[in-house]
């Protein structure tokens, strides 16, 4: 099992910028990939950003590419979420995920691919 627990979400003007971070607990952080996804109200569930193992690889999802970025400590077992240039656009619940254990060094971007959910943290974004 593992745990997640996000935390810096808020309420920010358009054109801000946000760090969450995703603490994990319970299994060694190194075997898992990790990701972020959001969902907005009556919207489905949408990848965000992704990054491997080692944290040498990443991806963002097109919606923020040139605005968020990933990253992670694996000497802290914290994922990170920056967000910069915000929009409206971006409100929403953002989910922290892991998934494997896994032995390959490649991210992953479907919902389906992560095992373990935080409970998520609002991002609100006024106009």
């Known amino acids: 099992q593992v745990q997640l627990v996000e935390s810096g979400g808020g309420l920010v003007q358009a054109g801000g910028s946000l760090r969450l971070s995703c603490a994990a607990s319970?299994?060694?952080?190194?075997?898992?990939?990790m990701g972020w996804f959001r969902q907005a109200p009556g919207k489905e569930r949408e990848f965000v950003a992704a990054i491997n193992r080692s944290g040498g690889s990443t991806y963002l999802g097109d919606s923020v590419k040139g605005r968020f970025t990933i990253s992670r400590d694996n000497a802290k077992n914290t994922v990170y979420l920056q967000m910069n240039s915000l929009k409206p656009g971006d409100t929403a619940v953002y989910y922290c995920?892991?998934?494997?254990?896994?032995?390959?060094?490649?991210?992953?971007?479907?919902?389906?691919?992560?095992?373990?959910w935080g409970q998520g943290t609002q991002v609100t974004v006024s106009s």
């Open positions: 995920a892991a998934g494997g254990p896994y032995s390959d060094g490649y991210y992953y971007t479907r919902h389906y691919e992560y095992d373990y």
């Open positions: 319970g299994r060694t952080f190194l075997w898992y990939a």
